[in-house]
């Protein structure tokens, strides 16, 4: 479950660091220019569907785009494949980092060798890349999440939620955001926990916990998951226990939960598509090696960032993507 | 004749201290000690959890623990075996994950949508890894932790780097297994809904029965305890390691494969990167339910209770209202207080025959 | 008789060693043999050699007229030749009856375990040798006499006709060697072969059809036990003549105690001892295993507090918390299990010796440096005769009586002025026994004050001054000037048993 990690990796909260624009780069060259996105890792459904949107942008703008990535998770061998791509001089580096801080120094190399970098992923590292590119501000995604439990619950009654453990800021900020959200919006839902179950972004805790909690909850009506796993396993203990009556929403993926989509078992899933935050991290890219300027509201030609943000290096689009029973099929990650 | 060391077999009179120990610990029990402790102190968790929150008491508390418990009893109930040699096995997880992805990845494969195919392929590709480890153990004469460690690493570099495991999702899994995870015996209502007995207690009873009958009524059960009691002895006494060593790291690596397949169908996901890094979990169990790290000792009825105490603990915390990290301080606190038990009895024993080596 | 093994010209040769040198010895079924040697004669090599565990050199081995160039241990028990060794090779964990009908459990033909038959044939196995042990209790459990019981009822279950046992006394309390001689006889009688390998012979006098003596590795000769004494086959053993005559140092009995020990009690183990221990003076404690001479011991060390009672040295009291403040004051104990306790066996002999007095060797830095501890160890080895190339090998190298003197010199090198001695002399050979003795006065003539627990009635009678005899946790006699003698001691505690 890479995705996961992937989310939790993008809240290590962000380096503020002023990032200067770049010059044009071989502007007489007739060469393609060579954009080249290094994922987590292989075999990934996400990550295939990022390669796709890779590849699309290599047809749509007439560059040598592609996507490669370590067969295992491996931080260290991640990093190799960035030196190697700095010694190839390729034009830009894309990267979603396995670990953020052990990719740094190879970034800083890159920059110096004079190759344009864009992270994805890791605010942390805005500053080290020229931009780190995020789908969304977790405080939206947050309220949107809370938004869609109080609709699916019909504005009242008890609910419970699951993140991977406390101290994982990006779930604490969607839990946060959206906990906030729902006070002041939705006064007749009630939240029955002092603090969100913690499954350590592990099924069969997750399963477990859910189960527990419906035990000494049975009026409860919602449930929210700020992991995958969260989300699923909530789906599928409503499932197991006969309980349609609970809603379920959370961050969940096409391939995992539209089979509780479907079932009914789980209204809503949100997340962010793989493939169109792999084309905007190539064309901010394109757009820095072209000397194009890159500022608050411009569009980068994908669904939700239309009209991105820009904030201390990070550019925020607002592509959540809510996966419903009629629309997670046409997604293939 | 006169009767031979009636007298010595007595223990010495000792202190009120010693004699309350011995109560609760199961005097002279290498077999039935500490399981009675284990009992006790169950039943007090119990009880403490009960006062908390009264609803606690329930069938449907029960049907959880079944449901949540039966897969890792079930890979405890092979640990115990290799424990009882004297050995360990690290490898069991990472071969209960390998095991299960390839009963389902075969069984999509071939287009073959049936529970049995998937138990024969997991219970099969387990005991094979299995019998690897007993076979390598034996050759080089190995210690069983090393060999085991080194072969939980080749099972994960194989699912990752051969097969490219990808995640097999709850939409992709033959609806057999789906099923095996969701039927019930019987269910009993639960607030709107129902909660039910889970399948699972088919296979965690026969596990129970075929470890216990393994281990006390057949010869090569008995070699495994004489092993772990006095490895030397055993092997003057003409006990064959190689054929013990097949027997006992199949078996477990058997259970392993059916526990891999009850874990996927219960949470319906096969992740080649889940389930490893809970052997300690699943070890602390067995040595609370009296199994000893050197051999010779455990049961399948200290597994069951070891299993239960440390099941309650992960399954009660929202209950009581703490967080997942009290559970590692209960699992933990458990573990000390039963080895901390356990090694006064022995000093008890030992001293009882003048023997003051731990003193 | 007819003659069941036969042993011609065995030879064997490890770097640096000729184990055993054509050795000739042959033993009759219903024939009890005594074959004893000092550590390192050979005798083990050749327990070995009949075991299958090693291949003779050259030589053969002759059972019942077929001759072996060399036994495999399967064929050996396809014999019917079943060792014992020191170490019982039991199972703690296991049953009384399992232990005993193991091979019945284990038979090829079957996989399911009988358990009505294990026990039967475990009590059958009992009744033949006249012994009962609960059948069902833990075999870690009993005593070690018991294990014993089990041990030799296993060989018999396993149609056993020649039956070796390795150093079986030595580790027995001498109530049990009664039995096991007992058991013995009854193996005898249904014409089972003995034989024992042992360096400690005295109790087998009463049993045993003939001795035969190897020493460096050559079989001295074959006696018959009535032209043996215990003096005699000690000599023939090591080549030292034994003396066997009381030899107590001289003491002034007026002196102020060095030790005093008032009501001294603890539940369930002894009650109320009392004595005092003079500069100079050896005590003995004699006694069954069992009866509370360890106990009071261990409570002198720190260990095993007692319940009541006053502990004052040099006429002030005091009250050991632990070992090392009982180290402190100037009371050491040297245990009976040199192995478990006393000794690490892989370290080198430097490490061992010194290892007491390691604050000792701090340099001003508090740093510790090897070579204080050479110092220290050779001083002692010389002192001690430890017989050892170098102070750097392993203490595990040394034969049982050096490894022994080892341990009495790394207490030593505290300068202790009590020395409690748990039966010093347990499993080593007789030279080495001597010169612990001589060690023992020679400590007394310093002024230090001793206390022995023995179990073997000359060693107490030849270096001590007192002996007292404990009972069920008690002091029931003392013994003390022409009273004390092996005759008087040994009668007082067959009343006992």
Known sequence: ?333 | ?359 | MAELLRLEGLSKRYIGTQALDGVDLAIAAGEVLCLAGANGSGKSTLMKCIAGAEAPDSGKIIWEGRAFNRLKPADSMRLGIEIIYQDLSVFSDLSVAENIAFHVIQARHRAWVDWGAVRKVAAEALRELGASLPLDARLGDLPIGARQTAAIARALTQDCRLLVMDEPTTALPSRDVARLLDMVRRLKMKGIAVLFVSHKLDELFAVADRFAVLRDGRKIGDYAPAELTIERLGLLMTGIAVKGEKAPVEFDVTAKPLLSVEGLSRGGQYHDISFALRPGEIIGFAGLTGAGRTEIALSLFGLNPPDAGRLALDGREVRFGSPLEAVKAGIVLVSEDRHSQGLFARRAIRTNIASSVYERQKDRFGLVFGGAERRIAERWVERVRVKTPSVDEPAQSLSGGNQQKVVLAKWLATDPRILILDNPTVGIDVGSKMEIHDIMRELARQGRGVIVISDDLDELVISCNRVFLIEAGAIAGEFSGPDLTVERLSGRLRQVV
């Open chain 2, 1 to 359: 004749m006169e009767p031979m060391h009636e007298e010595s077999l007595e223990p010495n009179a000792a202190g009120w201290r010693s004699r309350l120990l011995a109560q609760l610990t199961g005097r002279g029990g290498g077999r039935g000690g500490g399981i009675s402790l284990l009992a006790g102190l169950i039943l007090i968790y119990v009880v403490m959890v009960a006062l908390r929150s009264p609803d606690f008491l329930s069938l449907a508390s029960l049907l959880d623990l079944i449901r949540s418990g039966a897969a890792w009893t079930v890979v405890a109930l092979g640990v115990l075996v290799v424990m009882v040699s004297g050995g360990i096995d690290v490898s069991f997880l990472a071969n209960a994950i390998l095991s299960a992805y390839v009963a389902t990845a075969l069984s999509r494969w071939f287009g073959i949508d049936s529970l049995t195919f998937a138990l024969v392929v997991a219970i099969g590709v387990g005991a094979l890894v299995g019998a690897v480890n007993g076979l390598i153990i034996y050759l080089f004469s190995l210690p069983t932790l090393i060999t085991t460690l080194a072969m939980q690493g080749v099972i994960q570099g194989v699912l990752m780097v051969f097969l490219g495991a990808q995640p097999i999702t709850a939409s992709r899994m033959p609806i057999s297994l789906r099923n095996f995870g969701t039927d019930v015996l019987f269910e009993v209502p639960l607030g709107p809904g129902y909660i039910g007995l889970t399948v699972f207690v088919i296979p965690l009873v026969i596990a129970a029965i075929s470890t216990w009958l393994l281990l006390n009524r057949t010869a090569i059960g008995r070699a495994t305890y004489a092993l772990g009691s006095n490895p030397t002895a055993a092997l003057r006494c003409g006990v064959n390691l190689l054929k013990v060593n097949l027997v006992i790291y199949s078996y477990a690596g058997a259970l392993a494969g059916l526990m891999g397949l009850m874990m996927v169908s219960d949470i319906r996901l096969v992740d080649p990167v889940t389930l490893v890094g809970n052997e300690l979990f699943v070890l602390a169990a067995v040595v609370i339910g009296g199994a000893k790290l050197t051999g010779g000792a455990g049961s399948v009825t200290g597994v069951l209770l070891g299993m239960t105490l440390v099941t309650l603990l992960n399954n009660t915390l929202v209950t009581i209202g703490l967080s997942a990290s009290w559970n590692r301080f209960f699992i933990g606190f458990a573990l000390v207080f039963i080895a901390s038990i356990s090694h006064y009895r022995a000093k008890l024993r030992n001293l009882r025959q003048l023997n003051f080596d731990n003193i």
């Open chain 1, 1 to 333: 479950m890479l995705t996961r990690r992937t989310v939790l990796a993008g809240g290590a909260g962000i380096l503020a660091a002023g990032v200067a624009g770049r010059a044009a780069f071989g502007a007489a060259s007739d060469k393609k220019l060579e954009i080249v996105m290094c994922a987590k890792q292989e075999g990934i459904s996400w990550f295939d569907d990022m390669r796709v949107g890779v590849n699309q942008f290599g047809k749509d703008f007439g560059v040598n785009a592609y996507q490669i990535a370590p067969e295992t998770g491996d931080p260290a061998k991640q990093a190799q494949m960035v030196e190697s791509l700095i010694a190839k001089r390729v034009d830009a580096i894309l990267v979603v980092p396995n670990d953020p801080q052990s990719i740094r120094p190879v970034l800083e190399q890159a920059r110096k060798a004079g190759i344009t970098v864009i992270s994805h992923e890791a605010q942390s590292l805005a500053g080290v890349s020229h931009f780190d590119v995020e789908a969304f501000k977790n405080e939206d995604f947050g309220a949107l999440m809370f938004d869609n439990l109080a609709k699916a619950m019909g504005g009242e009654g008890k609910y419970a939620g699951i993140v991977g453990a406390l101290t994982m800021e990006t779930h604490m900020q969607w839990f946060k955001a959206g906990f906030e959200h729902a006070k002041k919006t939705y006064p007749k839902l009630e939240f029955v926990l002092a603090e969100p179950i913690e499954d350590n972004n592990d099924e069969k805790t997750a399963l477990d916990k859910i189960n527990e909690t419906l035990k000494k909850y049975p009026d409860l009506k919602g449930l929210f998951g700020c992991s995958v796993s969260g989300t699923s396993m909530a789906a599928l203990a409503v499932e197991k226990l006969r309980r349609k009556d609970i809603k379920v929403v959370g961050l969940g993926l096409p391939s995992i939960n539209g089979i509780y989509l479907d079932e009914g078992s789980e209204q809503e899933a949100q997340c962010w598509r793989p493939a169109d935050a792999g084309y905007v991290a190539a064309y901010v890219a394109y757009k820095l090696l072209k000397g194009e300027p890159i500022a608050a509201g411009i569009d980068l030609k994908r669904p939700g960032y239309a009209n991105v943000t820009l904030e201390n290096g990070v550019i925020y689009g607002n592509a959540t993507l809510v996966l419903t029973k009629e629309n997670w099929k046409d997604y293939k990650f």
